[in-house]
């Protein structure tokens, strides 16, 4: 069963220096919030998973605390490059990062396969593709049917989950709707699953078929209104475009990116992010 | 109707855009051409963002590939995992858009790096969905600008695979699908060559010179037998995508325009 | 896009003698309208596939219409056999019957392949059972990363989809909602997808994350208020619990089983439908 | 109070259930021990159909897997494909329910054919979910009357694997769940040998005599050193099990009750 715990109770008791975590989130939904409470834990070395790390792996990436990254598409969503992570793949500030890189068809079903409980996905995939060559992880199998040979990929299995959703009821069940990308599927591929929400309601009284994460599948649940922002939580607040803006700047230097980080980031709490939204309100 | 190099440019897309059309549409100039196909001459276009949101119809441009916008119009919202398996891989998608930041005359796109991937000058974003859109999607049209840095002799990565070193070299591997199938760019229109499946120039825009042409592309340029030249932005279309572009500044200066 | 069709034209225009057809629904939303006017068109020699075959395959079987099924679980939901199907296998009445059998894990996984266009699915499957011995289209492939054997399957790719929903819109986007068993997957396995629904509506006006299938993706739509009866459409009409167990009766005697056919189904047409479901109605 | 064989039978799976549980529930005596259980001792336990139907709390005991009352009183409910690869081989069911119409003492079980399968004697249903929810579920619960018939000394068919020919063969053939751990009839409560994992009786229901225990039965049966006898159903349980049965029969008489 779920437990509700303050955002630091919940990442200081289960991230670790050296752990595996996915903060997942397809530009919706992002876990701005527990990535905050993340850097702000001290922990160093982690090895971190996601189809599209943004700004937030950009951030952990530049305060060092990341060795190794697992992806398929590293940009700033509708603004162009990730400032920090180049400068560590080009130039290894402030370490060099190992990295890995598969499509986003691959890494899609590698959370599945975790999920599922199996050891390997399979896709018809990268076809002339130049990672098929780069990564060692992009193996292959021949269909005993037909012979053809198709792409195989390692399931994801991470140490943590980290997601933000829309609400949870008072039993620890959440819901994630709207652009739902592979929350699901991170969450469930993982040993431990740490969820931040916008509220707890009595009931969720939705959909028959919606997007619903039981309780006992759950390790963690904080409630951080505003969790996601400058992402967003479709039904609570807008995506916060110029924030998005804003970071191409504050990143394109490696002190500007300090500073910010010291004073928006380190000398902060989650209670923040309520503020942060407030003009993204409906 | 004055119009920039930009305008035609989506504006040749969107034309070449029908109602039965399954569109995997990127953002950028894709999502500008893709939005004014359906409100002009495809009203029933069916447009796919990565994000999951299916038979999407947005009344402003989304900033981003997963803009809420795109969900609260869609026909459905799915998973990522089905995005990919069943949509994508399944074979649904009939036109899937993709751009570069470098190009080769046989449709070989690099979104990866530039300069050598272990020790890159450039790293770039990587090519997200891009590997598979190139294969399983019916065909491929690529959208850019030209210039001599993004239209080279060689690319620097294979990112998503086109026609290789062309002729049956894409259906020799066993790819199915048609690959890239139309190149739209601020100057011109390319088809490829159906025997060497190089992309030679279908259309000029009008006061493109063959000079100009050939300082903005890495190779000989071929054009083809039947060249023509292209027909400009009507008005109506020109209206119609300055009406769309103005309507979505006006809905994120809220929230801050990222722009194109 | 998806034609809006009778059902009779949808049936005689799409399914054929020698046809791979699979009728999906697992309890819920059976599509029992379109199997009766399938066994009225008078094809035969059908493969047929489906996870749960239940009253209506044993009604194709017994009419000798079937030279194949596929198929994880032969049973009259909450009652017991199919005495129909029984006949067949273990006396050749009123044809020989091949058959292939897997788990429902596999099946499942069968229709997902198809729906994702690959040649075969796999699972950590079967293990110790003794379907691996007697079908020989459950065959294994090795994990290249842990070495681990799985179980494979191929790929379900029928001619022929069919299944009841809902509800549609007026452009022909299908709406399945509550137990949707592997109907998306079914449809979208099958080079043809025929759909009959409950009625027709404006919009579908649900939550983002419904189960819906895009009128492009289907082949034909019929309107057949009831025809999921004696299985039920939630929302619309509640499962005929004493059909099943009348059938039970029917189906015990070639006579009774024929003379009830006749009547109930050559005889008949897909508008019976609505008053069988009147009583059932909230 | 007086009890039949099937209320003591099923009260004693419902006792063994825990908050904690997450069940794959079966249809018939599976489902009304996890019903009861849910009404007595174990009120947050997570019942699961294999119909998609997660956290399911019916009022009235589903005369099928896929009843229209499981899914209204679900926490939610997903797709075939993902019920069986997220939920039950993605190793989330604790207990998972199977009957048999053969068993044999090491937990194997027939539902597929009775004599042999390419000509069979009788052809039963087959079995669905179950030779997954062998494999997968961390333990299984086996519910059903003892007969000859099917208390075999060998079953015709490996339908799900319990335990082989016993002792090690399970983890032997790299299956990581520990397999059939309870066996409840209407005259005993089994449990496996830790080391040979042939069941052995650990309780006989008051007044069950060994002689009708081995009338009943096709091996030779072992009993537990420590061999209990069972504790007859409280009043309380009786009570609720009967108004759980009665509140069933009511609900169903409008569309007809199939009974256990």
């Given at each position: 069963m779920a437990k509700f715990q303050s955002l630091s109770t919940a990442i200081n008791e289960n991230l670790f220096s050296g752990s595996f975590v996915v903060f997942e989130g397809f530009t919706h939904l992002i876990p701005y919030a527990a990535a905050h409470e993340t850097i702000r834990s001290g922990i160093t070395d982690l090895t971190l998973a996601r189809m599209t790390p943004d700004v937030i792996y950009d951030q952990m990436i530049g305060m060092g605390m990341v060795s190794k990254l697992v992806f398929s598409y590293a940009g700033n969503p509708g603004v162009g490059l990730l400032r920090r992570l180049r400068d560590a793949v080009e130039n290894d500030w402030p370490r060099p990062l190992a990295i890995e890189e598969h499509s986003h068809a691959a890494m899609a079903n590698s959370y599945e396969a975790g999920a599922s409980n199996l050891p390997l996905a399979i896709l018809r995939g990268y076809q002339g593709a130049g990672l098929k060559g780069i990564n060692a992880n992009i193996k292959s199998i021949e269909?005993?049917?037909?012979g053809e040979t198709l792409a195989a990929v390692p399931a994801l299995r991470p140490d943590v989950a980290v997601i933000h959703a829309q609400k949870a009821d008072s039993k620890g069940n959440v819901l994630v709707e709207g652009i739902i990308g592979v929350q699901k599927q991170a969450a469930l591929s993982a040993k431990k699953a740490i969820v931040t929400v916008e509220e707890i309601v009595p009931e969720l009284n939705t959909h028959p078929n919606a997007c619903i994460i039981p309780s006992w599948a759950i390790t963690s649940i904080s409630v951080v209104p505003g969790g996601a922002h400058p992402s967003y939580a479709q039904g609570y607040y807008e995506r916060d475009n110029s924030s998005y803006l804003e970071w191409d700047k504050i990143s394109s230097d490696r002190n500007a990116f300090r500073d910010w980080m010291q004073k928006n980031v380190l000398e902060q709490g989650p209670e923040v992010f309520n503020e942060r939204v407030e003009h993204l309100r409906d | 109707m004055n119009y920039s190099s930009y305008e035609i440019m989506v504006v040749s897309a969107a034309r070449l855009?029908?109602?039965?059309d399954v569109c995997f549409v990127g953002i950028g100039a894709p999502s500008a051409a893709c939005n004014l196909a359906k409100l002009t001459n495809a009203p029933d276009i069916t447009l796919i963002y990565e994000s999951g949101t299916i038979g999407t119809a947005p009344d402003v441009l989304p900033l981003s590939i997963g803009d809420g916008e795109l969900c609260s119009t869609a026909l459905t919202t799915v998973s990522g995992v089905e995005m990919f398996n069943y949509w994508l891989q399944g074979g649904r998608i009939t036109v899937g858009f993709l751009g570069a930041a470098q190009l080769d005359r046989f449709g070989n796109i690099n979104t990866t790096v530039i300069g050598n991937y272990e020790k890159p000058k450039v790293r770039l974003p990587g090519g997200g969905g891009a590997p598979e859109i190139a294969s399983h999607s019916k065909q491929v049209y690529i959208i850019m600008k030209q210039s001599p840095r993004s239209f080279v002799n060689k690319i620097d990565f294979f990112t998503s695979y086109g026609?290789?070193?062309?002729?049956?070299e894409r259906s020799d591997k066993g790819i199915q699908t048609k690959g890239p199938q139309l190149l739209v760019t601020d100057m011109a229109i390319w088809k490829p060559d159906p025997t060497t499946k190089e992309f030679e120039v279908v259309a000029l825009n009008p006061g493109v010179t063959r000079e100009a042409m050939q300082e903005s592309v890495g190779w000989p340029i071929r054009y083809s037998e039947t060249l023509d030249e292209n027909i400009p932005p009507t008005k109506l279309e020109l209206e119609v995508l300055r009406d769309l572009q103005e309507r979505t500044r006006i809905a994120h200066s809220k929230t801050g325009n990222s722009g194109q």
């Open positions: 269909c005993p049917f037909t | 855009l029908k109602n039965d026609f290789g070193n062309g002729f049956n």
